[in-house]
């Protein structure tokens, strides 16, 4: 196989397969129809364009169909785009494997469940360790395979467990630094935060939000899960009400889709590693294909910054 998107240069020529991520129709200034492509293989993606989309086209080349293209890599305000020359579907005597079009966490799902169980082990509050327990438990295979967003951070298969275990490592480390912190209610935030994105996006691969994603949103549903499971475990008292602060506060203001803003100590620090553990992933995503002594692309999410990366960094 060909190398992979990561590590494609501007003015490079490149002829190979790809998976669409999602495929968008929009009209040019000319007034004629256009799609917008968001190619992948299992190193990242790359927006192309196809100019003059026939109605053909929209229906050929769709969400998660793999595609061969011929092109030229190109750079449209700050990041790659791949300018199309020759595009067509993968023909049925080819066999290209879904995985080589997948990207993973760098983690296997057996050693990410070993250390998430570790942690659970480690809570001394039975309350919180029931209702935690409980919810990845019901959760368990879709948390383990679904990327923790579609795009921005961590978007890729087992994305959102690998996103828990790396906020739990801080987290370990920032306990040992403030003994004051409650680790109990810090581990249970963590590996609750996110979990309504099980319900909130459409699967592992490809992934869109769903009807309950779109109108209420991963927070408010697995706020609810968090009363449910309570209600099943007979639970009562401050520790739901305040795990459900926990995931509440947890974008950390309201303009970015935070209800409530932290009002505990546990609830800032868990707001605060979750934007560390998106914010350096997303970086040292645009700075691996990046050589020494040179910028990145812009990292939209990032106030659409370049990083540097220094010429005595390999």
């Given at each position: 196989m060909n190398?992979?998107?990561?590590?494609?240069?501007?003015?490079e020529?490149?002829?190979?397969?790809?998976?669409i991520?999602?495929?968008t129709k929009?009209?040019?200034?000319?007034?004629?129809?256009?799609?917008t492509?968001?190619l992948q293989?299992?190193t990242?993606?790359?927006?192309a364009?196809l100019w003059?989309a026939?109605?053909e086209?929209?229906?050929r080349?769709?969400?998660q169909t793999?595609?061969?293209?011929?092109?030229?890599?190109?750079?449209?305000r700050?990041?790659?785009?791949?300018?199309?020359r020759?595009?067509?579907?993968l023909?049925?005597?080819?066999q290209i494997p879904i995985?080589?079009?997948?990207?993973?966490a760098?983690?296997?799902?057996e050693?990410?469940?070993?250390?998430?169980?570790e942690?659970?082990?480690e809570?001394?509050?039975?309350?919180?360790q029931?209702i935690?327990?409980?919810l990845?438990?019901k959760?368990e295979t879709?948390?383990y395979?679904?990327?923790?967003a579609?795009k921005n951070?961590?978007?890729?298969?087992s994305?959102?467990?690998f996103?828990v275990?790396?906020m739990?490592?801080i987290?370990?480390s920032?306990?040992?630094?403030?003994p004051?912190l409650?680790?109990?209610l810090l581990?249970a935030?963590?590996i609750?935060?996110?979990?309504?994105?099980?319900?909130e996006l459409s699967?592992?691969?490809?992934a869109?939000?769903t009807?309950e994603?779109t109108?209420?949103?991963h927070?408010?549903i697995?706020?609810?899960?968090?009363g449910?499971a309570a209600?099943q475990?007979?639970?009562?008292g401050?520790e739901v009400?305040?795990?459900q602060?926990m995931?509440?506060?947890?974008?950390?203001?309201a303009?970015?889709?935070s209800?409530?803003p932290?009002m505990?100590r546990?609830?800032?620090?868990?707001?605060?590693i979750d934007?560390?553990?998106?914010?350096i992933?997303m970086?040292?995503?645009?700075?691996?294909?990046?050589k020494p002594?040179?910028f990145?692309?812009?990292?939209?999410?990032l106030?659409?910054?370049?990083f540097?990366k220094p010429?005595?960094?390999?």
């Open positions: 190398k992979g998107i990561r590590f494609f240069e501007i003015g020529q490149i002829e190979q397969y790809f998976l991520k999602s495929s929009g009209i040019a200034s000319n007034g004629k129809p256009f799609l492509l968001i293989d299992k990242g993606e790359i927006e364009k003059d026939t109605e086209d929209e229906l080349y769709t969400d793999i595609i061969k293209i011929q092109g030229d890599v190109q750079s449209f700050g990041k790659q785009q791949l300018r199309v020759k595009i067509r579907p023909m049925e005597q080819e995985d080589y079009f997948i990207e993973r760098p983690l296997e799902i050693e990410m469940q070993s250390k998430i169980n942690y659970i082990f809570m001394t509050n039975p309350n919180i029931r935690t327990r409980y990845l438990k959760f879709k948390f395979e679904y990327p923790a579609t951070h961590h978007e890729f298969y994305g959102l467990a996103h275990v790396s739990l490592d987290a370990k920032l306990v040992s630094l403030y004051q409650n680790k109990d581990y935030g963590i609750l935060h996110d979990l309504g994105k099980v319900i699967g592992p691969v490809s869109s939000y009807l994603g109108l209420l949103g927070i408010t697995i706020v609810e899960e968090i449910k209600e475990l007979e639970i009562e401050e009400v305040v795990l602060h995931v509440l506060a947890h974008h950390g203001k303009e970015w889709g209800p409530k932290p505990i546990e609830a800032e620090v868990l707001h605060f934007n560390l553990d998106a914010k992933t970086i040292n995503r645009a700075l691996d294909k990046t002594g040179e990145s692309e812009r990292v939209f999410a106030d659409n910054r370049s540097y010429s005595f960094q390999d």
